[in-house]
Every structure is written in C-alpha cells, then in structure tokens.
C-alpha cells in the first residue's frame, strides 16, 4: 500500500520486558514523527527525523525510549524497562518536510503493558 | 500544559444538522491548523487545514472558520451524516521552522443520529 505502515499492530508485554515498534513511512516522506495517543486524548509528539537526523526528541517521556531511523527511511521506536504507564498507542507520522506539507499518521501500534 | 484547548468533548447531532466544533490557542508562533478525523483502530487522517491569512476555508461539506485576534478556529459539518461519526481533533503547528511537529486538541466524539 501507500500509506504509512506500522508492526506490530498490537503488542502486549510484561513489565519491565523491553518492545520495539516498526514504522515504515510513505515513499518519499523526509519527515518522520512518532506520537503517542493515550486513550481518550489526542496524539502528543515524542520525537520527529528529518532523514536519519533525529532532530528533535523533546517529546520523549523518559530515557527509556530511544527511537532511530538509521537509513532515513523505516524507523524503530524502542522502549526499555516497559512500565505500565507506556500503556498506549503510538503513531507514526510522514511528511515531504517542506513548510506546510500535511502528516499522514499510521494506524498505529497498541502497546498493553501488563 | 495543552497548547491547543478543544470543546465540547463530545458532541450529539440529528443527521442532516451542522456539527461544530471548536478549538483555542495561545502561541502566536502557530500558523498552520489542521483538523483531523479518527476512527477507532485507525490512525488521524487530515481533513481540512487552514494559515491565518485567511478566515475560511470550505472543503465540500467542511469549513474552517479561523480568527486570528482571538486565536479561535473551528471546523462546521454541514449536513452531517452518520458516517461522520468519529472523533476529530484539532491540531496547530509552527511550520515555519520546518520542524512542523503537531500539537493536538484533546479530541471532541461526533455522533450522527439517523
């Protein structure tokens, strides 16, 4: 398909045990942005790739969470030490990058932490 | 602190009536407003977006209404149908810095009673 895709769709882990989360945005798309949507709240910003650059991730709750594109294109948002607070989803978002392109979000992963 | 203040939280509409929903923002640095529409399961999906250097904007049956004194915007569903229903979150970005990471509503639930 054309569309953002992101694996796996649903994830249930014990706590303390370590996910990682997969991302493969729109062909093309510079820009590569990770949310996280709790439920009944609107998605808030982790961290945001320009390329491989991560070049903001002032969005990241902890330094539990690390996220990486190393080939610019598919990228991997890795949680550590997972805590039951990280229960939630987390999107992934593509742009072209340039001022004013829109995001096109994934159907995101649905992280249960038990 | 949410950014961007969203209202109502939930929303009851006869088919056929006008949805509006309504969003706030403090930081002037935002000029970009997009709304997006999410169903359960999937991910955001842009509807409309709106700059400040306008006051409306009209994509078949939905309008953005922007006012740029009182930092207000809102999205109006004409006609509203009861595929509508869904939950739709306002957003702003400063898409000046490229770096045009989104800040969201916290969502308002539309249903579109047949």
């Known amino acids: 398909g054309a569309g953002v895709s992101q694996s796996p769709r649903y994830k249930v882990a014990k706590r303390g045990q370590d996910v990682a989360l997969r991302c493969d945005p729109i062909?093309?798309?510079?820009?590569l942005f990770w949310y996280q949507q709790a439920l009944g709240q609107g998605p808030e910003f982790l961290t945001y790739?320009?390329?491989?650059?991560?070049?903001?991730k002032s969005g990241l709750p902890s330094d539990r969470f690390f996220a990486e594109r190393p080939e610019g294109s598919v990228s991997t948002l890795k949680i550590q030490r997972t805590q039951q607070e990280d229960s939630a989803v987390y999107l992934c978002?593509?742009?072209?990058?340039?001022?004013?392109?829109?995001?096109?979000f994934g159907d995101g992963t649905r992280l249960s932490i038990l | 602190q949410q950014q961007v203040k969203q209202s109502p939280q939930s929303l009851i509409v006869q088919k056929g009536g006008i949805s509006i929903i309504n969003c706030a923002y403090e930081n002037t640095a935002f000029d970009y407003f997009p709304w997006y529409q999410q169903f359960p399961g999937k991910g955001p999906a842009l509807l409309i977006a709106i700059r400040p250097d306008v006051s409306e904007k009209k994509e078949g049956r939905f309008t953005i209404s922007f006012n740029k004194s009182a930092k207000q915007f809102s999205l109006h569903i004409m006609d509203s149908q009861p595929g509508d229903s869904a939950t739709y979150f306002c957003?702003?970005?400063?898409?000046?810095?490229?770096?045009?990471?989104?800040?969201f509503g916290t969502g308002t639930r539309l249903t579109v009673i047949p």
């Open positions: 957003a702003a970005s400063k898409s000046q810095t490229g770096a045009n990471n989104l800040f």
């Open positions: 790739f320009q390329n491989e650059a991560q070049l903001d």
């Open positions: 978002a593509s742009s072209f990058g340039r001022r004013g392109q829109p995001q096109h």
């Open positions: 062909s093309g798309h510079v820009s």
